[in-house]
């Protein structure tokens, strides 16, 4: 009887560690299959930004060239990238070229700083350039509100698709202004300070006018003595006559 109840618990103890293997095994592939759908590969990423990187092509950027202007001035600015250096187009005057990607969706964003510079965007930002034949073109206008120096730089930028994440990046294109006193300075300043000035000019005229009263009354008071003067030597004279008569 022993013998047989030692038997049974080795076996039972034999089928519980068999079945908790096994529930181990299963619950192991389930998790990992999980895992799996779960994360991704890590290097799938990376992939993808090696591959379009690849992909990218060295295209030609040609661009305004800003000179010197005044205060108020309003300037047009326009850059165009082409898909590939090849056929390279002829330059013309006022115009800057640069080496640049092309081969992806391409952004171009126009920074300026100084003098109260302003850079508005007249068209969109990004832009596709994915064949060495395409060609894409910015355009912005500067508002130069006031004297002093202004820098403008420009920026060319390949991304992955339509996302936000960069390929290429090259330094910016930039350039330096000075932005010069206008004409109408001038006239400007008497139109934002008109009051000020009338009523300094108020002072001055009453001042002036005090100052003239003054030298009047005291040319006015000189006549007059002289006056009493000449009479009296008129009257002296008269009676001198008259004696001698």
Partial sequence: MNIENRNFSATAALVGLAASLLALAIWSTIEFKSFRQAAPPDDSYK??????RGGLSEGL???????????GDSLHFEAT?????????AI??????ESAPSGAIMG???????ADVKCVANSSEKKPVLRTKDVASWSWTIDTPKAGKAVINLTITAYLNDTDTVLE?????????????SGKAFPG????AWKEIIA?????????GLLAFWQYRRTGQGSSGNGDVGRSGSSNSSGARDENL
């Fill in 92 to 97: 013309p005057d006022g115009k800057g070229e």
């Fill in 200 to 208: 300094v000019l108020t002072a001055i005229g009453g001042l002036g």
């Fill in 169 to 181: 990046e090259p330094i910016p294109v930039r350039q330096e202004l000075e932005i010069h006193h």
């Fill in 189 to 192: 300043f008497i139109q934002s």
């Fill in 61 to 71: 950027l040609v661009y305004t060239i800003i000179g010197d202007s005044k205060a």
């Fill in 81 to 89: 990238l082409h898909g590939s250096r090849e056929g390279k187009p």
């Fill in 108 to 114: 171009a964003k126009l920074h300026c700083s100084g």
């Fill in 47 to 52: 992939t993808r930004i090696i591959e379009a």
